[in-house]
């Protein structure tokens, strides 16, 4: 009699022994891992903890606003000079490729603590001159905003080498989720304010300059420990990741809704002080989430069956694995000599493509102009009598809620297929709503208050989101070149949009309103801005439309790639039905 051939179906079929008579099945507790074994992966999330430690305290260009009217002031200088000092900030996006050079020549470490004394000296010099403790001419405060906005490409730079180097398996979730917490930093900072010194704006410069410092050197340990990874982990390994980066996001929401929800009771300096530590608890809990991982699979196996049992069908993907696979069903990158959208795209055939320069106008008309507005809320909130650290945390609140929501497309994908660039589409329909909800009623506290968080929804969102679409639409391995070509539209928004509206606000400011310098001058009122938020609007429909004929464009590439996807997941079944 011929044996009976094993299928993949027995291998995963447990033994008669682990059901009771009644059939229910028997959970045995497992025998603990080595200690030293937790230890080693404990020390892989340390990596990511510092990461978002990092990151938390380094989005400090988002604050401008809050003491931007002290520095104006101080300065006596225009609207429009004031602007340029906050394109300067974002023109250190530009020189964002010197890092990379750095990192050839320099660990990674030296880059971090780089990173810390641009941002010491950057923003330290500014605290000196807003304080006036020394005076400088304004060449120099603008070379010293200059070094502030390159301090923050440098720790992003550090960041993102820390997540592809310690999660090589599942570096997308492990880079959007660090990079959602820069846009809590806003939030952070007006809460340190509130707690310690609320009657000085010049505070923020001076928490600016040495936070990072100090986060760096916190963040030093386990950016030196260099923990082992296992490049091919095993089930359940990618099981017990998975569970802690969900832990790890349902906290980050915590920690926004907390930051959010204590903005409404900063004006009590000892209740400010008791969300400060809150905040901090919340920013340390993620250390312990990996241990509380490992604890429930020991102690509560049952649980822990059940919940591998009723799976949601979230998968993690190895990056690398995926795009060796690919190119194993497609086949060549290219048919015949025509370069595919899904390809690696040069510099040359880059900007010779009509979806880059839809994709350029639609981030140039969207998340640009986001960010141009958060870098003037402290002059609307000033015009229209409002406070600008609430606007700053709301924004930075709703921010950080848009960077988590970029991980939609790949938390929703079994449920709601819907490509990338049509998310993008999406987040930017806020945009123009909320332009014209300040067009028409800006002078309520409650439209503004509105507008403000359905605007840094978007364009959280639109940053968060950028990077993957650059990956998918251009090339994995260009994303880091194309990437930086894509965000100069920053600069040039921030310029352009900052000139205008500063042009638009001296021209309806108060002659009479003026500072003790006669080039600083105050608009108050709703006209001050009035034509700004309409102008505004329209172009962000102008975004939206482009992106809308983006996402018409690459629904066929999309297609490709999840055809792809699909062969490479029935051939690796068909692998293991015969083995």
């Known amino acids: 009699m011929r044996p009976r051939i094993r299928d993949a179906s027995d291998k995963l079929r447990p033994p008669r022994s682990s059901f009771h ?9 497992k025998h603990p891992p080595p200690l030293r074994t937790m230890f080693g992966r404990w020390r892989k999330w340390t990596v990511l903890v510092a990461a978002i430690w990092i990151q938390a305290s380094t989005g400090t260009n988002f604050d401008f606003s809050a003491y931007s009217s002290h520095l104006k002031s101080v300065l006596g200088i225009s609207q429009v000079r004031l602007n340029y000092l906050a394109v300067a900030s974002d023109l250190g996006k530009a020189f964002g490729w010197s890092s990379g050079i750095a990192l050839v020549y320099f660990p990674l470490s030296v880059v971090l603590f780089a990173a810390a004394a641009m941002g010491f000296v950057g923003y330290g010099v500014q605290w000196l001159v807003i304080t006036n403790i020394i005076t400088l001419p304004y060449s120099l405060v603008f070379l010293c905003c200059l070094l502030a906005g390159l301090s923050i490409c440098w720790f992003n730079t550090a960041c993102f080498i820390l997540c592809i180097r310690h999660f090589p398996t599942n570096r997308a979730l492990a880079l959007s989720l660090s990079v959602s917490f820069n846009g809590i930093s806003a939030a952070l900072y007006s809460l340190a304010f509130n707690a310690l010194n609320p009657s000085s704006s010049n505070l923020y410069l001076l928490l600016n300059s040495l936070v990072p410092l100090v986060v760096s050197l916190a963040a030093l340990y386990p950016v030196l420990i260099k923990p ?6 095993d089930s ?17 929401v915590i920690t926004s809704f907390h930051l959010l929800l204590s903005s409404s009771s900063t004006n009590v300096t000892s209740s400010a002080r008791l969300h400060l530590v809150g905040a901090i608890f ?23 069956q059940r919940l591998h049992n009723d799976s949601s069908g979230y998968v993690m993907l190895n990056i690398d694995e995926l795009k060796m696979q690919k190119a194993s069903v497609t086949g060549t990158a290219k048919e015949g000599n025509i370069v595919r959208l899904g390809d690696e795209h040069s510099f ?14 639609a981030y140039f008309c969207g998340g640009t102009i986001g960010l141009v507005y958060s870098n003037n809320l402290g002059q609307i909130a000033q015009s229209l009598g409002q406070s600008s650290t609430t606007l700053v945390t709301i924004y930075s609140s709703f921010s950080f809620f848009g960077r988590l929501l970029s991980a939609a497309p790949d938390f929703m994908h079994k449920r709601f297929r819907l490509t990338r660039t049509g998310w993008f589409t999406i987040a930017l329909l806020p945009t123009p709503i909320a332009f014209f909800l300040l067009a028409i009623s800006s002078l309520q506290q409650t439209a503004l208050q509105t507008a403000t968080a359905l605007i840094g929804l978007s364009s959280g969102f639109i940053f968060a989101a950028a990077v993957s679409i650059t990956s998918e639409l251009f090339g994995p391995n260009s994303v880091g070149v194309n990437h930086n070509i894509l965000i100069t539209n920053i600069p040039i928004g921030s310029l352009l949009y900052g000139f205008i509206a500063a042009s638009i606000y001296e021209a309806n400011a108060n002659p009479e309103i003026r500072t003790v310098v006669s080039d600083s001058v105050v608009c108050i009122g709703r006209d001050c801005y009035h034509k700004t938020f309409v102008l505004w609007g329209f172009l962000s429909l102008l975004g939206l439309a482009a992106s809308l004929v983006l996402y018409m464009r690459t629904k066929p590439v999309y297609h ?20």
């Not at 082992?228 to 982990?233: D, F, K, L, Q, R």
């Not at 919340?282 to 822990?304: E, G, K």
């Not at 490709?560 to 083995?579: G, L």
Request: one cysteine or more.
């Open 228 to 233: 082992s990874i296992n490049p091919t982990p």
């Open 560 to 579: 490709r790639i999840e055809q792809d996807r699909v062969s490479v997941t029935t051939s690796s079944y068909k692998d293991v039905d015969s083995m």
């Open 348 to 361: 040359g055939l880059l900007i010779s493509r009509l979806e880059f320069w839809l994709y350029y106008i």
């Open 282 to 304: 919340l920013l340390v809990f993620p250390l312990c989430a990996p241990l509380l991982v490992y604890a429930r699979d020991y102690y509560f196996p049952d649980i822990n």
């Open 236 to 252: 359940e390994s990618r099981r017990q990741d998975s569970h802690v980066f969900a832990i790890m996001n349902v906290v980050a």
């Open 21 to 29: 008579h009644d059939g229910e099945p028997k959970f045995h507790r």
